[in-house]
């Protein structure tokens, strides 16, 4: 077996492993762009052509104009996309139940063409750094409880996602 064959065969073992929070798929350059100018188009209260969006689904007021089949798909790269907290905030200091949910999602659309999602999701989680956290689910009544807030942008096809890059994870005091 030659090194480079050894190499790729290692890589392989070690892939599904490995966690990626964003997926480019196929037009994902593309995608990428519009993303762009749609935030910069919709920076405002009001979107300047050809842009527009509408709130499509919120957890909390319970409004949902998705279907099921986008929805579950929406989820899961929620769920995906969370999979990074634990390298970076988790390890900062906060504690979460690892129960993601999705919150909030936005069409966004050109020329009445649906673009892709921008979501919101959120995981319950405590800030255990000061309140004497010992590793069990207990001790954490004496802990700042929130939620760990991300955004990310999804293709129609949800075959590209990105976390946006306004609103990284970040630990909101107080959120239920």
């Known amino acids: 077996m030659t090194l480079k064959l050894a190499l790729i065969a290692l890589l392989g073992f070690l892939a ?15 995608f990428y762009e519009e993303a762009a100018h749609y935030e910069n188009s919709c920076y405002q209260k009001t979107c300047t052509a050809p842009y527009s969006h509408k709130i499509v ?6 409004y949902n104009k998705l279907d099921q089949r986008t929805k579950v798909i929406l989820r899961q790269v929620a769920i995906q996309q969370a999979t990074l907290w634990g390298d970076s905030l988790l ?3 906060y504690y979460s139940v690892k129960r993601t949910r999705l919150d909030h999602v936005l069409a966004f659309y050109k ?8 979501i919101r999701y959120s995981e319950k989680a405590w800030d255990v750094r000061d309140c004497g956290f010992n590793g069990r689910r207990d ?3 004496h ?5 760990i807030v ?17 609103r990284y994870a970040e630990f909101a005091f107080g959120l239920k």
């Open 139 to 141: 001790s954490l009544v």
């Open 150 to 166: 991300e955004g990310s942008y999804v293709s129609a096809d949800a075959l590209t996602y990105f976390s946006d890059e306004e």
């Open 111 to 118: 020329n009445d063409t649906l673009i892709g999602y921008k």
């Open 143 to 147: 802990c700042p409880q929130g939620r």
């Open 16 to 30: 599904p492993s490995i966690s990626l929070a964003d997926s480019m798929g196929p037009n994902g350059d593309k």
């Open 57 to 62: 689904y919120n957890q909390r007021t319970r």
């Open 91 to 93: 390890s900062d200091g």
